[in-house]
């Protein structure tokens, strides 16, 4: 009889839903301890360690997430991103060794979910692959009892069901974290929402720590529906502006 494994940060697996989660690194001592991480919270794991053996991997192999360093030989991991998110969608949480905004702007808008800078802890590696995954499910879920109807904003249109947003009539490509961000606040229009808050709804994640990924994903949505339409409010968070009726 098969039965429920806990994960060590007490997130429940569903029987026989073991994950796959491929490692793409090229300094073996990285690849070793996120994989003995990883293993103890239940996953398969896979590794690559440059960027055509990732392509190649991920095709063959098919991983429900993508763990996947910046520089790689080969070609790098903004190219792997691409080439991999052209096979099919994958939650990607990509790594990099600088605190370059540029380089987490260029990977979350080449679809990557997340990043992180190192050095970084495995505690907190391993808690933001479940919540990717998490995300993933939900996300699966909605698409099977979608909300009806188009939420308009002036000229911002959010289709619950269909996963799309367009601005004046025109599709923008969002990714999957980028249209939670959205309707996180959308849900609320002109309301300001907290750092923390944003990363408690749309991450599941508690730690303040994270801020800086919020404000990452901010910069980015901005750049695709406009920066006008998100409103900062400096010590505090984030509003969504929208037409005054």
Not at 44 to 51: I, N, R, S, W, Y
């Amino acid at each position: 009889m098969e039965q429920t494994h806990t994960s060590h940060n007490g997130t429940a697996a569903m029987p026989g839903a073991q994950r796959r989660v491929l490692v793409v690194e090229d300094d073996a001592t990285i690849v070793d301890a996120i994989s003995a991480r990883l293993r103890a919270e239940g996953f398969l794991v896979q590794t690559a360690g440059d960027g055509p053996a990732a392509v190649d991997t991920a095709e063959a192999w098919q991983p429900d997430l993508l763990i996947l360093d910046i520089m790689l030989p080969g070609f790098d991991g903004l190219e792997v991103c691409r080439r991999v998110q052209a096979q099919r969608p994958v939650p990607v949480l990509m790594l990099t060794a600088r605190d370059d905004e540029t380089d987490m702007l260029v990977g979350l808008g080449v679809g990557a979910d997340d990043y992180m800078t190192k050095p970084f802890s495995m505690r907190e590696l391993a808690a933001r692959v479940h919540v990717l995954l998490r995300r993933v499910e939900r996300a699966a879920l909605a698409a099977t009892t979608p909300r009806s109807g188009i939420l308009r904003l002036g000229e911002l249109e959010i289709d619950h069901a269909q996963r799309r947003v367009r601005v004046r009539s025109e599709d923008v490509h969002l990714t999957p974290t980028e249209f939670d961000l959205l309707v996180c606040l959308a849900n609320t229009p002109r309301a300001v929402l907290s750092r923390e808050q944003l990363l408690a709804e749309v991450w599941d994640w508690a730690d303040a720590s994270g801020t800086r990924t919020v404000d990452s994903h901010i910069k980015a949505l901005r750049r695709k529906i406009g920066a006008e339409r998100i409103r900062t409010v400096h010590g505090v968070g984030y509003a969504l502006e929208t037409p005054t009726p």
